[in-house]
């Protein structure tokens, strides 16, 4: 795997990570 | 205490206060009770342990039930959802470490390459305000696409020679 690819997946790892928990969240406060 | 322990204990609390009741009343009075909590956690839409503890507090000590009972036709005050939905908001969820755990995933995943995200879940199993379910599902999230490709290339590199499609990192910085 190149690793340009795998530097971008670092973020990508917790930026969804980080969206599903806010996600979740955010539906309890409704 | 978990979350329908807590539950439970509030109502064998209520039914070890409502004995001056008449047995038929005491018993409508706790299925009551049980039937606005249940009501109470699905407006919710969760039963951890906070969100039991927000809803039982909302009702108030359970003498404070009976007397009501005794005093009045009517339900106790505090029984109607309005006062715990209402109160939900005033009491964030986002305390410093749900805060930190979201920054440590995003921004600290673009500073502190791995160990940002790997301090991110650790702060994520700290909080209270995620399950253990929803923890776990964050953490499957980042394991995979991070450590899945890692295991996927080091098993690939260790049958034959290095190719360019392979983690082998040193050798195409410079290409």
């Given amino acids: ?30 | 205490m978990n979350a329908e322990a807590l539950v439970h204990d509030y109502l064998r609390r209520l039914e070890a206060a409502a004995t001056a009741l008449p047995a038929g009343r005491r018993a409508e009075l706790a299925g009551e009770v049980r039937q606005h909590i249940e009501m109470a956690l699905a407006e919710a839409g969760a039963r951890d342990e906070v969100t039991v503890r927000n809803v039982l507090d909302r009702l108030g000590p359970p003498d404070e039930i009976v007397d009501a009972e005794r005093g009045a036709d009517g339900p106790p005050p505090g029984w109607t959802l309005a006062p715990v939905q209402a109160s939900a908001p005033a009491s964030s969820p986002w305390g410093a470490v749900e805060i930190a755990a979201v920054l440590l995933l995003t921004a600290g995943a673009i500073f502190l390459p791995i160990i940002g995200p790997l301090l991110g879940l650790v702060f994520v199993w700290m909080s209270v305000q995620w399950t253990n379910r929803q923890k776990t599902i964050a953490t499957a999230i980042v394991v995979l696409i991070l450590f899945v490709p890692i295991i996927l290339a080091l098993g690939v590199g260790s049958g034959g020679a290095p190719t360019s499609g392979q983690l082998s990192p040193i050798p195409y910085l410079g290409a």
């Avoid at chain 1, 690793?3 to 997946?9: G, T």
């Fill in chain 1, 1 to 30: 795997m190149d690793v340009a690819l795998y530097l971008l997946l670092i973020p990508l790892a917790g930026i969804l990570a980080a969206v599903y928990l806010v996600a979740v969240m955010r539906r309890r406060r409704k």
